[in-house]
């Protein structure tokens, strides 16, 4: 009995204790920085103002190379840079397997290209969209603007970078997987 009430005390200070304090710790930290409804209606209306007034030239100038014409082209279609949180698959492929989560898409900003991945290490390039966990859909670009470039994901687990599909008119074009609602 005298071990069993010993098992139960050591189990509840080294896991019962900490979950209780972090919980707590959660709390606290959920209050203090909770957003108020005005402060994110003016995030929402901050993005939606640089989402649908786009800064080629500044991100041009941020990236070092010119964008290509088919991404400043997706830049002008509104109800496609609204969409969210869908699955694309390219056809004839197996869509539980090979296809791609796209969370949104991020503005045409060098403020905005701040908070996506380094892409040094891959070359040039312009992040147009994300899967919402740290993870980019991004285009080269280069010294002379070209009609249309390939798409690549930049993942950080596991780290790399990976050819999604040879054009972005290709990729914008696939078929969407939306989410069922519930």
């Known amino acids: 009995m005298d071990a069993l009430l010993t098992l139960l005390a050591v189990f509840g200070l080294l896991v019962v204790l900490p979950v209780l304090i972090l919980l707590a710790r959660d709390k606290l930290r959920h209050r203090h920085h ?16 640089r989402m649908f007034h786009p800064k080629p030239d500044e991100v041009e100038a941020s990236c070092g190379g010119l964008l290509p014409k088919r991404l400043l082209a997706m830049y002008e279609q509104t109800d496609l840079l609204l969409d969210r949180d869908f699955k694309i698959c390219a056809p004839g492929k197996n ?18 290209q701040k908070w996506t991945c380094d892409l040094t290490e891959f070359g040039k390039g312009f992040c147009f969209a994300g899967d919402g966990m740290g993870n980019f859909y991004w285009v080269p670009v280069e010294g002379e603007r070209k009609d249309d470039a ?25 078929p969407r997987i939306t989410k069922p609602k519930s």
Do not use: M
């Not at 909770?34 to 103002?49: G, I």
């Open 34 to 49: 909770r957003e108020t409804v005005s402060q994110r209606d003016a995030r929402l209306k901050a993005w939606c103002l």
């Open 95 to 112: 869509r539980s397997r090979e296809s791609w989560w796209i969370g949104d898409f991020i503005p045409l900003s060098a403020e905005d």
């Open 150 to 174: 390939p798409v690549y994901f930049a993942c950080h687990d596991p780290y790399g970078n990976e050819k999604v599909c040879d054009t972005l008119d290709a990729f914008l074009s696939w």
